[in-house]
Nanobody
Framework: QVQLVESGGGLVQAGGSLRLSCAAS????????MGWFRQAPGKERERIVRIIWSGGSTVYADSVKGRFTISRDNAKNTVYLQMNSLKPEDTAVYYC????????????WGQGTQVTVSS
């Protein structure tokens, strides 16, 4: 069973940076897709970026394009989200998720990590 554990959240001032990590454990990790999502209070969950594991292609939401960067370390079974130029509206709980097989959707989720950006 794959387990995903996020870390790296916290409180940062507007304009600052944070790097989130998502470490996968449980077995050899080779998902089809990895994604980072976020959910702010009173809002729907938003997918902000996804990466195709094998090829590395990425898709970013317009809200984070140019500010956030996803990367991965296959040897460590870890995905990172580098967040720069943070804004108060980036405040949310951030989740990583994995779609293990094509067509099955995101079927493994981390517990989430809080990111708070103060103005």
């Amino acid at each position: 069973q794959v387990q995903l554990v996020e870390s790296g959240g916290g409180l940062v001032q507007a304009g600052g940076s944070l790097r989130l990590s998502c470490a996968a454990s449980g077995r050899t990790f080779s998902p089809h897709v990895m994604g980072w999502f976020r959910q702010a209070p009173g809002k729907e969950r938003e997918r902000i970026v996804r990466i195709i594991w094998s090829g590395g292609s990425t898709v970013y939401a317009d809200s984070v394009k140019g500010r956030f960067t996803i990367s991965r370390d296959n040897a460590k079974n870890t995905v990172y989200l580098q967040m720069n130029s943070l804004k108060p509206e980036d405040t949310a709980v951030y989740y990583c998720a994995a779609a293990i097989s094509p067509g099955r959707g995101y079927d493994h989720w981390g517990q989430g990590t809080q990111v708070t950006v103060s103005s």
